[in-house]
């Protein structure tokens, strides 16, 4: 065997080890997995178009067009290239094993570049691939909860620094692969862009050769990859209002010194700070080198400044601890780049030596609270699968009580199924219950992960206003409904809510059978059934929703009467009503639902969702982005043949 291909092989051995009791055993549905599985089914029914309307969520909504759509069209492209071979969910369980390796791969990739030995890589490479820590992209919560498109945005860094090396070392031509890597970065995930570029800043700073020259390419890379992410980002921003900002997360100054008080950070930190101080030392500090030691220092800062002016200013759409998940990464390369100086130090343990060292010393310091700093191996009965979790909470039976019901809507009380009995809203859970839509055709709400739908605003918090999710939906589980406490719900008070929403299934949890006086007695529900974990209540009739009658395209049913008529979907501005082809006013009520002024004797409506100015302005500046792409690339190819 070549010694220099060992570490990669021990790499790649580790990585397949902890995937197969982790991910091989079953189609993973822990915590969020479910709901991205059902985006996934979202792109290959419904189509690759971010702004498509899915009627299965929240009374309706443009799903991949207020969630990053990458990490679905990762999962949509495999299946296509499969032609079939891989179904969907054997697709997301590929993409699941993409997200496990993408950190650890691609940070080999780069250390093993500007260090130019595999072994003083190896270090780096592991702690970025078990890193944990309280990290949104880290193998607990961007893996095993479900957080992928985090961790798959997270694992492409590593690839977008490679991709700078030669441009930063004094390389003339544009770094152009650093355009699809920065665009894929920001449609994984546009947490992670902000770092992306900050990179390319810093070339343009550190690197060799003209500056001026430097400064113009940066912002021809930056402008190309904006561009090419233009067809989902332009809608985005356009409609950002429809889309609540998740903060959860406690992004305050000392929250942030909390999640980042663990032994590991303070190593990584210290090991980071001990290489750059022998490079100032020793002034032998190459381009590359002070480039990379400046990425954990300049993100320290501009998560600082997220979390000081961000709250100030009421835009929460990207919190200072989602930045944080970049700044560990950062650290991690800034620490490795301390491994030649210690080979240099201490030539007799040689690099093979000193990676051992390194990793010895990134175990000592794995453990932690509430999880661990590195996660070295799955934990027993922490990773349930699809077959598991349906045959344990009887949902098989559930769904088909659900498909046998009244036409109408599914509203959980809960997000999702516990997975234990800890009373903590923390315990492990799964939100299997967002596959209701794709297992029984009806549309739920509630029922899924924390998310940003205005409508999901009204059932949390009772408004569908642009506010802020302050508090996870799992807190509020058997807790609230409707902003209300389950208990002060009064009999009566729910109907309202089942006329509006056009429900005719209600799932409850067994625990929360003292609070639902609220049902009993109810003209619109027959008494409960109990299945497994749930109670169960069927309407006696079902509710009027619109019907599907092409792609993107319903019809709804009116009595006739003239005024405005809620018609059972959600709002989103990019609906167009019409009758016989003369367009009708729509406008959005106070709960975030559609309304369409109805004329006297009109008995039937079409509604279409229909991609507006900013849906076609971003298409056509990414085919722009796209076409200048290929030009600049084959004026560089010819350029180097020529000088050959």
Known sequence: MSRPLLPVLLLAAYTIAFGIPALGRGLLVFDDHPGQLYRLHHVTTLGWAPWRFDPGWWAGY??????????AWLGAALHTVSLGALDVPRSYQAVLWIAWALPGVATFALLRRVLGNGWLALPGAFVALTLSAGSRSGVEEGLRW????ARLGWGLLPLVALSLVAWVEGARRMPLAAVLLIAAVVLLHPAHAPAALILLALGTRFGAGDR???VLQAGTVAALALGLSALWLLPLLA???MALPLAWGDASGPGLLRELARPLVAVLALAQLAAWLAMRSARDGREVERWLHALAPTLALVIALDAIVAPAIDVLWLPADRLVDSFLLALIIGASLAAPRLVARFPRLGAAGIAVGMIVIALLCSPGSPEPALTLWPSRGGWPTYGQVVRGARLDVLWQVIREAPPGRVLFIRSGIPLDDRPGWWRPHSHITSLTPTETGRGIINGTFTHPAPLAGLVYTGSAEPRPITKLVEERDGVTLFGRPLESLGPGEIEP????????VVVASGEDAGKLAFFD???RLLPPRTIGPFRVYIARRGAVLPQAAGPQTWRVTTDGSAGWRSVG???????VASSKREPLPVRRDANGMLEVEVPAGVTEIALEHRPRVAEHLGVLI??????LLLVVGAKQIGTAGDRQ
């Open 622 to 627: 990414s085919v722009i982005a796209a076409a």
């Open 497 to 504: 809510w089942i006329e509006r929403l056009g429900i005719s």
């Open 146 to 149: 479900g957080l992928i498109a």
């Open 62 to 71: 443009a799903e991949l067009q207020y969630y990053p759509p990458g990490a």
């Open 239 to 241: 409609h950002l209002r």
């Open 521 to 523: 007695p109810s003209n």
């Open 569 to 575: 979907f959600a709002y989103s501005p990019l609906w």
């Open 212 to 214: 001026r020259r430097r």
